[in-house]
């Protein structure tokens, strides 16, 4: 069985400081991990992927995560928040071994900028 | 855009009743996924199809059906509804069937039961 749990249902930020959003994960396998977001009103996007090569992984708009297996953590960070940045993101788990490939999201961490 | 689309945008709908959603998947992708978003469950996933075959099946409810057409289309069946059934509904695509693989969501149903 997999599971995802993002530690902060919420953060907020000033605009130019860093965002850092907690997600740890459960699985019995190396797993697939996915960030996607979620703007108001719009579909998921996927923001990066981790896929058993390098730990850390850069996606969009200046985003990145990095693997701790030894943690079973899957951060992801932003050096500089933007306004644009304000949505809902989702840390997701899959198991790359599987025949179907069911994704399990985590609650979600909704993310405010501040002026 | 994510090339994924889905029909229609907004449901509105009284308890009991029966509607279809539909999704057209990116081309050339084989897999069409469907989840449901609410605010008590989160994200969840229901089935997923590959050409045409089930493939995966999360916690769906039997009053819920889904296929794929042969031209990969999707659709996905809820019957006699609840008002617990009220949630956002996300079709997604793949290239490939197995785990892993990234997926690529288009902008979702908005079901409302009355």
Redesign the interface.
Known sequence: AQSVTQLDSHVSVSEGTPVLLRCNYSSSYS??L?W?VQHPN?????LL?Y?SAATLVKGINGFEAEFKKSETSFHLTKPSAHMSDAAEY?CVV????????????G??TRVLVKP | DSGVTQTPKHLITATGQRVTLRCSPRSGDLSVYWYQQSLDQGLQFLIQYYNGEERAKGNILERFSAQQFPDLHSELNLSSLELGDSALYFCASSATSGGGVEQFFGPGTRLTVL
Request: glycine letters at 16%; aromatic letters at 20%.
């Open positions: 797993p697939s996915f996607y719009k579909g998921l996007q996927l992927k896929t989702f899959s198991d790359p071994w599987a025949a179907g490939n069911k994704l399990t999201f609650g979600g």
